[in-house]
């Protein structure tokens, strides 16, 4: 067994590492205050080149593996969540359609320009009353002539505001259960294309969450990505990969968390001595680091299984379920340590507190992770 990152994941890392510490950290705390999507720094990791691993050379991409897509998704979510949820949807679920069942014309129109981040990719299957359970989607695509008629409302969609192309769910057959869904191209400047109230959110304050909102919208045929009724099951191709990417966010916001807790401990002087000499304290660190190598140790042998060529849904799930609790924890544990600056905006614990939410949620909550992990143990 060899549990170590090869040479260029290395590089890979201390790259982004290099990136987040002098830019996004520095701006993190405002990006959120401000409740703002941070452009600028999205630019950059397209001119870094970072939302073309894993995509061919042709489109703009470079031959990454899945654990350097893990590094740079725990690198970036240590400085901040909004930026690497942006970048993670960006690379995975906002362009994952497109290149795989998209035409050459929309590859060249869409994808290249969003690997370079001059274009905003997102995804829409959730709705008001279908989020976990997917099947239950209510929005539909009517065939129409040359094409489809999109109606519907998505709610959640992750930088709706600001995409110029949607991935959505929608269901060509509404009483064939999740056969009848299947997954569309829709730009944003189509007829029909509208935005419905933006979410204020308690945590990812940056990312333009809001309504979509889809009224005989008319897309052509060559929009249906994949054929009728495979739409599922493509989507099922990167759930393995959304959940370790969310395992990976988890990992870099836990990090984020349990380092601000270390050096305040160091700092913070009680009963005459730095509160980290009070066992109590200590242990709790020791418990937060704990948690969160063992949260590694899951998401990056399921990332690696993944170059290895072997989907292991039971694994991802675990990875997802196990670091985005881990997450959690440690970053409660962080604001207890911080005491009452743990509930001060002024500093960074609250921050990851909040985040923090955010990861229980994308890619399966916890209680549903469970039920399929349970599955996949054939139990
Ligand atoms: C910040 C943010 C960004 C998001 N971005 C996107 C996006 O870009 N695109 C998109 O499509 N969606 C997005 N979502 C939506 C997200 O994927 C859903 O919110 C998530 O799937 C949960 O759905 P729900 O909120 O409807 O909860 P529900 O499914 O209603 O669940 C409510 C509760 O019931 C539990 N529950 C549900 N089913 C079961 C079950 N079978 N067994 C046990 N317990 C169960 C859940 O665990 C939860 O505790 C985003 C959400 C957030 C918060």
């Known amino acids: ?67 350097m897509f893990a590094l740079m998704c725990e690198e970036l979510a240590r400085g901040s969540m909004t930026l690497a949820g942006s970048v993670a949807m960006q690379c995975l679920m906002g362009t994952d359609f497109v290149y795989r069942f ?20 997102v995804i829409a299957m959730t709705e008001s009353d279908a989020g976990s359970d997917l099947g239950a ?28 192309f949607f991935t959505v769910a929608a269901k060509t057959d509404p009483d064939a259960g999740f056969k009848g869904i299947d997954m569309f191209l829709v730009e944003r400047e189509t007829p029909g294309v509208s935005l419905g109230k933006g979410i204020a959110k308690m945590g990812v304050r940056g990312l333009g969450t809001a309504e979509l909102i889809l009224e005989d919208c008319r897309v052509p045929a060559e929009n ?41 401990a160091q700092e913070r002087i009680q009963f005459g001595r730095p509160i980290v000499k009070f066992q109590a304290i200590s242990h709790r660190l020791a418990e937060m680091a704990t948690n969160l190598e063992a949260a590694r140790l899951l998401v990056y042998r399921a990332a690696w299984l993944l170059d290895q060529g072997q989907r292991d849904m039971r694994l991802a799930s675990m990875a997802k379920l196990f670091a985005s609790e881990m997450a959690n924890h440690v970053a409660d544990n962080a604001c207890r340590i911080f005491g009452s600056y743990g509930f001060a905006m002024e500093y960074d ?10 990861l229980l949620l994308g890619g399966g909550t916890s209680e549903v992770l469970r039920g399929i992990i349970a599955h996949e143990m054939g139990l």
């Not at 996004?24 to 405002?30: E, G």
């Not at 035409?103 to 990719?121: D, F």
């Not at 489809?148 to 992750?158: D, E, S």
Request: aromatic residues 12%.
């Open 137 to 164: 989607i209510r929005t539909t695509a009517s065939p129409d002539g040359e094409g489809y008629v999109l109606n519907g409302r998505k709610m959640w969609v992750t930088n709706a505001s600001l995409a110029d």
């Open 224 to 264: 249906l990505f994949g054929s009728e009724g495979t739409g599922f099951r493509n989507l099922q191709g990167i759930l393995g990969e959304i959940r370790i990417m969310m395992g990976s966010l988890s990992l870099g916001l836990g990090r984020a968390a349990l380092d601000a807790a270390i050096k305040y």
């Open 1 to 67: 067994m060899d549990f170590r990152f090869t040479e260029e994941q290395e590089l890979l890392r201390s790259s982004v590492a290099d990136f987040v510490d002098k830019e996004v950290v520095p701006s993190a705390a405002q990006i959120d205050e401000e409740g703002r999507f941070p452009d600028q720094l999205f630019r950059k990791v397209g001119e870094l080149g970072y939302f073309g691993i894993r995509y061919p050379e042709e489109y703009g991409g470079w031959p990454g593996d899945y654990v």
């Open 102 to 121: 998209g035409t050459e014309g929309q590859k060249r129109r869409l994808l290249v320009p969003a690997i370079r981040g001059e274009k905003i990719g």
């Open 349 to 358: 614990a609250q921050r990851y507190f909040r985040d923090a939410r955010f």
